[in-house]
């Protein structure tokens, strides 16, 4: 086989690395996170984006018992909403 037909692992993360670089591939992160940010929003949450480098993004979910909605508290069941919010989010 010849060297050009064959790709190491560390081929392929240096191929992702620059393609995280693109502006195009940039900005379909940033509407990715942005559209999940909208689902997650509401519903007494707060959310807020922030981009930490190409094709970084966080997306923080802030709000009173967003952790025990989650996950469930001592006498409450939990009622999951990260989840949805992301299937949601990533139809188109």
Do not use: C, H, W
Not at 64 to 73: L, S
Request: glycine share 8%.
């Amino acid at each position: 086989m010849s060297r050009a037909l064959q790709l190491t692992g560390a081929d392929l993360v240096r191929a992702i690395g620059n393609a995280a670089a693109l502006p195009a591939v940039d900005a379909a992160v940033a509407k990715r996170a942005a559209a999940v940010a909208a689902e997650l929003a509401g519903a007494g949450t707060e959310t807020e984006v922030l981009k930490r480098s190409d094709s970084d993004y966080i997306v923080t979910v802030t709000g009173a018992d967003v952790f025990a909605r989650e996950f469930g508290a001592v006498g409450t069941p939990a009622a999951p909403f990260v989840a949805a919010s992301l299937q949601r989010a990533g139809k188109p």
